[in-house]
Every structure is written in C-alpha cells, then in structure tokens.
C-alpha cells in the first residue's frame, strides 16, 4: 500500500454522491492492494458496528462494540494491526482466509462513525505505513458523513 492509493482515494470520493456510493469505490480500490482477502468497513449505529460496503467473501453482519478486532478498534478508538488473528483474544472468524488484519476507525469530532477493515490471507501483511494511509484515508472519509 502506497500514496497512489492515497490519490486514488482523493480522486474517487464525491460528497455531492451518498456515503454507501463513496464507501463502495473506497472499498473497491483497497481490495485492489496486493495480498487482500477482504477490504471493506463496518458503520456505527447505536453502539454496534453493522457491515458496510466491502470487497470479499460474505462478511459478519452485526459486531458489538469491544468484540473481535473491528469491536475493540471502536471501543479504543484506534487503530489496531494484529499480525496473526488467531493470536488475537476474541478474533471473530467470518473468513478462515484472514490470517492479519488491520482496522483503522473512521472518527469526526471524537465519534467513531465507523471502520475500516482490511484482512490479509498472510501472517505479519500490514505495518506503521499502511497504518498512516489508512487513517489520512479515514480523515477523507470522515468529512463525508453527516
């Protein structure tokens, strides 16, 4: 992952178009990034992560606030990156594929609105430099909910 994503990203998002529209294109160029299984986002509604747009196989839902990697990132409010999932207490496991994750959350005005989500089928697949795009990314993404 790389600043042409960055640029990617700045060049597909519309505010004029709805979130889901902008999300849907956001998650399509991530899955587009070497060594993905699943990229996509989960939204916040009444304390509990709902699946969004996203790139992959058949995904969890509903994940509540605390549970698995995308539950806890929302709790804590920060990004996580866990190199072997099945290391992680409480991994939740909607792809057998996901061996790393990384979940960045998306936040305006100290409120999680929600997260991104990326799974990788390799072990130790994302660092502090996809941690940095990610979140300019969910800066971008943050200036298009309500």
């Known amino acids: 992952m790389n600043d042409l994503i960055l640029k990617q990203v700045e060049s597909i998002i519309d505010p004029k178009l709805p979130l889901v529209s902008n999300l ?3 998650s399509s160029i991530l899955k587009q990034t070497k060594d ?3 990229a996509g986002f989960y939204l916040v509604q009444d304390e509990t992560l709902y699946l969004g747009p996203f790139q992959g196989e058949v995904a969890c839902t509903t994940i509540k606030k605390g549970n698995g990697v995308c539950g806890t990132a929302f709790l804590k409010r920060e990004t996580i990156i866990v190199d072997d999932v099945n290391k992680f207490e409480g991994h939740i496991a909607c792809s057998k594929l996901s061996k790393s994750e990384i979940v960045v959350p998306i ?3 100290n409120e999680v609105l929600g997260v991104i989500d990326l799974d990788s089928p390799k072990l130790a697949r994302f660092n502090k430099n996809h941690q940095q795009i990610l979140e300019k990314i969910a ?3 943050a ?3 309500y």
């Open 24 to 26: 849907s294109n956001v």
């Open 36 to 38: 993905l299984n699943w």
């Open 107 to 109: 936040m305006k005005n």
């Open 139 to 141: 800066e971008l993404l």
């Open 143 to 145: 200036k298009l909910f």
